[in-house]
Nanobody
Framework: QVQLVESGGGLVQAGGSLRLSCAAS????????MGWFRQAPGKEREFVARITWSGGSTYYADSVKGRFTISRDNAKNMVYLQMNSLKPEDTAVYYCAAMTVTTYDYWGQGTQVTVSS
């Protein structure tokens, strides 16, 4: 069992930045690949970014490449999403998730990001 709690969301003006955090507890955190997803009102959840368990490889959706950066600190059981140059279309609830083998099986409750303008 893994518990994930997101934080750092809020209201920001277009062009601004936010840093989301995900705190993990439970089973060994460092052996999970971690991902960020988001879901806008009335839309399906979509992939945003992923980082491997060692932190050596990262993957991003085309819509956020060059603007978002995923990172992790296994010593602190934390994963982060640095979001720069935010756009109104980035408005969504952002979820942290942990991958077991090939699927994301553990999810946080989400944190709201709202980008105005």
């Amino acid at each position: 069992q893994v518990q994930l709690v997101e934080s750092g969301g809020g209201l920001v003006q277009a062009g601004g930045s936010l840093r989301l955090s995900c705190a993990a507890s439970g089973r060994t955190f460092s052996r999970y690949s971690m991902g960020w997803f988001r879901q806008a009102p009335g839309k399906e959840r979509e992939f945003v970014a992923r980082i491997t368990w060692s932190g050596g490889s990262t993957y991003y959706a085309d819509s956020v490449k060059g603007r978002f950066t995923i990172s992790r600190d296994n010593a602190k059981n934390m994963v982060y999403l640095q979001m720069n140059s935010l756009k109104p279309e980035d408005t969504a609830v952002y979820y942290c998730a942990a991958m077991t083998v090939t699927t994301y099986d553990y999810w946080g409750q989400g944190t709201q990001v709202t980008v105005s303008s």
